[in-house]
């Protein structure tokens, strides 16, 4: 029987496997049936803890509920900074991931701030299908067209609206996910401003479909409602499951993401009784 923890940030939750001290035979397969709400534990994303490389204190695989690999998990990496730091004693850790290192500090109250990277504002870095301005990526369906686009790590589109309650995120969120300009698919999100330094966020997220936060989401939807002049460089992002503070910080492009971490529960569960 193996352990594992039950985490999520804002209700962004993760079923978290630690394969540090020995590798474990996790196959997209077997973690899209973990991931699963009805028939496994159920998760928005299912994290793996790995021995740390060279310059970070550990490696954090991400999966989607789809079994798919991503590049970046705002929220996971505050609660894998949180966990690592606690074992180390420590207020500082560096997560590293399949899209670079991610320095992470605890903060006073429970908040734990991570450096998300530079955004990358290039069509291929996001990347899009073909060339184009990435604050105006030609792109619409129904009531909204028109979003800007960035990497955070993974490709992000955000649109922005004037009543995110009348949009039905349900519907258009898969759609555009999988529209042809994004070749390698898309978080999607919309979102509405509701203020310089405020701004209400929904997210339909690659893999996973609609979940209560998405870290990398809302640092790419301060980067394009900076861009497009909607909000200043720091703002509060609201989303269904709480607040995030973001910040893009000017100096280097880098994006700054404060908020919470919690642990759910602890179990075991048992590989084999999963698809290999």
């Known amino acids: 029987m193996l352990p594992f923890r039950k985490m999520h940030g804002l209700g962004n939750d993760f079923v978290v496997l630690d394969a540090r001290a020995h590798p474990l035979p996790i196959t997209p397969a077997r973690a899209a049936a973990i991931a ?3 028939f496994g534990i159920g998760c928005d994303q299912f994290i793996v803890l790995e021995p740390p490389p060279a310059g970070a204190d550990v490696f954090m695989r991400i999966r989607n509920p789809d079994g798919s690999e991503a590049g970046a998990c705002g929220n996971a990496t505050r609660c894998i900074a949180s966990l690592v730091a606690d074992e180390r ?39 899009l299908a073909h060339k184009a301005d990435t604050l105006h990526v030609p792109l619409a369906l129904g009531p909204v067209s028109d979003p800007a686009a960035c990497s955070m790590g993974n490709p992000h589109a955000t649109f922005f609206v004037p009543d995110l309650d009348a949009i039905d995120v349900a519907t258009l969120g898969p759609a555009l996910e999988h529209d042809p300009i994004f070749p390698d698919r898309a978080n999607i999100g919309f979102a509405q401003v509701l203020s310089p330094d405020h701004i209400r966020l929904v997210m339909w997220e690659r893999g996973a479909g609609m979940t209560l936060a998405c870290g990398s989401g809302a640092c790419a939807t301060i980067v394009n409602a900076a861009r ?12 269904p499951g709480g607040d995030l503070l973001l910040e893009w910080r000017e100096a280097d492009g880098h994006v700054l993401m404060t908020g919470p971490v919690a642990t759910a529960f602890t179990g075991t569960l048992d590989l084999d009784a999963y698809a290999p």
């Open 228 to 239: 497009r002049g909607l909000t200043g460089r720091r703002a509060t992002i609201t989303m």
């Open 36 to 38: 699963d709400r009805h």
């Open 89 to 127: 004693g420590a207020d500082r850790v560096v997560v590293r991931t399949i899209a670079g290192d991610l320095p992470v500090e605890r903060l006073p109250g429970g908040l734990w701030r991570a450096d998300m990277g530079p955004a990358r504002l290039r069509w291929d870095d996001v990347p």
